[in-house]
């Protein structure tokens, strides 16, 4: 079950929240590109994602949305689709667990002291179908 209380935490979770109605699921957000930096212990990563919002749901919105986990204890993404199938945030003790279903019942996790959620871009348009990974 998805802890809003960590997506309320973050820099942008109450105006994404606010813009789509609910806190996004990341169902079907396409990944963009992922940055990992051992140096500073973060985890960065770009998703496009689009989802239906008012009341009928018959508007489209999209945005890019910058995720990063920092303090990170564990990080595992195992990639087959460069789209999720969705992300949910738990609290484990003092870290936060992270939950991403990269193809249909393949999941990662990422065990940090904290996520942030920042809104990059709407409609941000097409990008390269090709995703980067950055090891740094």
């Known amino acids: 079950m998805n802890d809003d ?3 309320a935490e973050t820099t942008d979770g109450g105006l ?3 813009l789509f109605g609910f ?3 990341m169902h079907d ?3 963009v590109s992922i940055e990992i930096d051992r140096e500073s212990d973060r985890v960065t990563m770009v998703v ?4 239906m919002i008012g009341e009928d749901d018959e508007q489209e919105l999209s945005a890019r949305i910058r995720l990063e986990w920092f303090g990170i204890s564990s ?4 990639l087959g689709e460069v789209i999720l199938m969705g992300l949910e945030f738990s609290r484990r003790d003092d870290r936060i667990l992270t939950s991403v279903e990269t193809y249909p019942g393949v999941f990662g996790t ?5 996520v942030e959620a920042v809104l990059v871009q709407l409609e941000p348009g097409e990008f390269d179908d090709r995703p ?3 090891y740094k």
């Not at 990422?110 to 904290?114: A, D």
């Open 23 to 25: 806190y996004p699921t």
């Open 75 to 78: 990080f595992e993404l195992p």
């Open 48 to 51: 496009d994602y689009n989802d």
């Open 16 to 18: 994404l929240r606010q």
């Open 110 to 114: 990422v065990l940090s002291e904290g």
């Open 29 to 31: 957000a396409r990944i």
């Open 5 to 7: 209380a960590v997506w």
């Open 132 to 134: 980067w990974i950055r």
